[in-house]
């Protein structure tokens, strides 16, 4: 169930002129909805010549500050040299994330005809790429920089209590554990809030019933790989913050009025947790390494390895900013933070403008 609030408050006055306190002016604050949504698989993959399909409880809320890109899949004549053949190109768009046979995921960083260039390392092994394998598309998502729409909550409480927000802007979080759904969390504040008793109770039957866009099950795709500069690491568990950032406009026509929200962007930040790997090291030397050298570096995570049921982000241009070891049960675990760069920079700190911004696709 979702978090509603409207928080109120008020404006001390005085009487001018004298110390004693006039009548406080009471306002509505602020309003408040916040809420978690598990990913859900796609009603259909898009596979050869399909053209993908928005997640269906979702997609309302993420296309409205998140531009979105429904690629269409196509087939594959194999991949070298970091390169992706396909029939049709311009079925996929640069930034885009696609689903090889392999069960791997990729990012798309620049395409030439029908010649694909992936990231550094997003196929471990080209050579298992066959030729007339489906690459699947998918439903891609980037943040927006202009034109963020904002939602309409109404709530009635009980037939007989309704508080409606209006304006409402999110700021958004994703939650990722080794064996768990990955999450969503939505926390809108609202532009303007209002609360109040009905008179009429508000009956909910057959005329008006409540309706469940999307039934599915949440898929828990215990499959998950995750690449820190091409390097494969063992992730506990994630946390990501898409930098979303509403603000308050305060009024120029009224004392204590808002003119709404506006949307400000901030850089993308989260942490995760690594384990050690079979021989205790070469994961966390790898991070350590390019800490050290202030190195940008290329993440890539992905939940779930089916068409139809896998998840996954790409930040093309990472720092770790820290990644403090500590030993558990005798387990060496670093935990990591790190901060997406704005403007974009590739491993060795070049400038590269043409590199794509970060992308979350459903597959």
Not at 45 to 62: L, Y
Not at 78 to 102: H, M, P, Q
Not at 298 to 309: E, I, M, R, S, V
Request: aromatic share 8%; net charge negative; with cysteine.
């Amino acid at each position: 169930m979702p978090s509603v609030e409207v928080s109120r408050g008020s404006v001390a006055r005085s009487e001018v002129g004298f110390a004693s306190p006039a009548p406080a002016v009471q306002v509505n604050r602020a309003g408040s909805v916040s809420f978690e949504m598990a990913v859900k698989g796609l009603a259909t993959s898009a596979s050869a010549a399909v053209e993908a399909v928005a997640p269906v409880d979702m997609s309302d809320f993420v296309s409205s500050i998140m531009t979105q890109d429904l690629d269409t899949g196509d087939t594959t004549t194999g991949v070298s040299g970091g390169v992706a053949a396909v029939s049709t190109g311009t079925r996929f768009s640069v930034g885009s994330l696609i689903l090889f046979n392999t069960g791997e995921v990729a990012q798309i960083r620049s395409i030439s005809t029908n010649n694909l260039t992936l990231g550094t390392s997003h196929i471990a092994t080209e050579a298992d790429v066959t030729t007339g394998t489906t690459v699947y598309a998918g439903a891609n998502y980037r943040r927006k920089t202009t034109g963020f729409n904002t939602f309409c909550f109404d709530y009635f409480r009980g037939g007989l209590f309704r508080q409606v927000m209006h304006g409402c802007l999110p700021t958004v979080n994703l939650s990722i554990t080794r064996d768990q759904v990955v999450k969503f969390a939505f926390a809108y504040t609202a532009g303007e809030a209002h609360e109040y008793t009905l008179t009429t109770p508000v009956a909910v039957d057959a005329s008006l019933p409540i309706g469940l866009t999307d039934t599915t099950v949440p898929f828990d795709g215990k499959a998950a790989r995750c690449l820190l500069g091409g390097v494969n690491v063992l992730v506990q568990d994630l946390s990501l913050n898409l930098g979303f950032a509403p603000v308050m406009r305060n009024s120029l026509t009224g004392p204590n009025q808002a003119d709404g929200l506006t949307m400000t962007l901030q850089p993308i930040t989260g942490s995760f947790t690594i384990l050690a790997d079979e021989d205790d090291r070469a994961s966390f030397e790898d991070v350590v390494d390019r800490m050290n050298r202030s190195a940008q570096v290329d993440f890539l995570y992905q939940k779930g390895t089916a068409p139809g049921n896998t998840f996954a982000f790409c930040i093309p241009a990472m720092q770790v900013t820290a990644a403090p070891q500590s030993y558990s049960d005798g387990q060496g675990v670093y935990q990591c933070t790190f901060q997406a760069t704005l403007p974009q920079t590739t491993p060795g700190n070049a400038f590269d403008s043409a590199l794509p911004d970060f992308s979350m696709a459903w597959m």
